[in-house]
T-cell receptor
Framework: AQSVTQPDIHITVSEGASLELRCNYSYGATPYLFWYVQSPGQGLQLLLKYFSGDTLVQGIKGFEAEFKRSQSSFNLRKPSVHWSDAAEYFCAVGAGYSTLTFGKGTMLLVSP | GAVVSQHPSWVICKSGTSVKIECRSLDFQATTMFWYRQFPKQSLMLMATSNEGSKATYEQGVEKDKFLINHASLTLSTLTVTSAHPEDSSFYIC?????????????FGPGTRLTVL
């Protein structure tokens, strides 16, 4: 079965600084990888996904992520964080026709 | 993008009563819908997979008699929490998958906050 690890429970970044959220997965074959964002009391919004092709994927809101097979990682990055980016971020992996397995999430706090 | 709605957005009920939560795909037909449960500060835990016109597939440890799921049409799935108890209090989120392939995007509803007194 697949699993996802997000090692950072919460991260604080200054507004305007760069951001990297870590995600490691465990799965025997090439998984489908997703990053979602959740604002308080809200559902999840898809930021980006990877299932084949270019390992650097661009998403909405200026986010990007890079799939590194050798490291089993799919880290999310943004070059300059805005206060509105403060939210919880979930990495998820899908495999075959099973549904998604989510990581425990990373809470992003943005300081002025 | 595709929109998924949930109703109600929050509900408070007495212990022992039943609560129904609706999940609708507003502008697309969803063959498959999913129901998740999220505890405070926790990740989403899949409860069941709901396919239109067939019985839901429940994850291990989820009581199918307690969490009744009906997927009567391609745009509506319902979750009924029967004889709710305080430990059922949680944030319930549904999602609908656009397309048949596993890499197709799941669109998530805004969630329903259930509080059982």
């Amino acid at each position: 079965a697949q699993s996802v690890t997000q090692p950072d429970i919460h991260i604080t970044v200054s507004e305007g600084a760069s951001l990297e959220l870590r995600c490691n997965y465990s799965y025997g074959a090439t998984p489908y990888l997703f990053w979602y964002v959740q604002s308080p009391g809200q559902g999840l919004q898809l930021l980006l996904k990877y299932f084949s092709g270019d390992t650097l994927v661009q998403g909405i809101k200026g986010f990007e992520a890079e799939f590194k097979r050798s490291q089993s990682s799919f880290n999310l990055r943004k070059p300059s964080v805005h206060w509105s980016d403060a939210a919880e971020y979930f990495c998820a992996v899908g495999a075959g026709y099973s549904t998604l397995t989510f990581g425990k999430g990373t809470m992003l706090l943005v300081s002025p | 993008g595709a929109v998924v709605s949930q109703h109600p957005s929050w509900v408070i009920c007495k212990s022992g009563t039943s609560v129904k939560i609706e999940c609708r795909s507003l502008d697309f037909q969803a063959t498959t819908m999913f129901w998740y449960r999220q505890f405070p500060k926790q990740s989403l835990m899949l409860m069941a997979t709901s396919n239109e016109g067939s019985k839901a597939t429940y994850e291990q440890g989820v009581e199918k008699d307690k969490f009744l799921i009906n997927h009567a049409s391609l745009t509506l799935s319902t979750l009924t929490v029967t004889s709710a108890h305080p430990e059922d209090s949680s944030f319930y989120i549904c999602s609908a998958r656009l397309g048949q392939e596993p890499y197709n995007e799941q669109f998530f509803g805004p969630g329903t906050r259930l509080t059982v007194l």
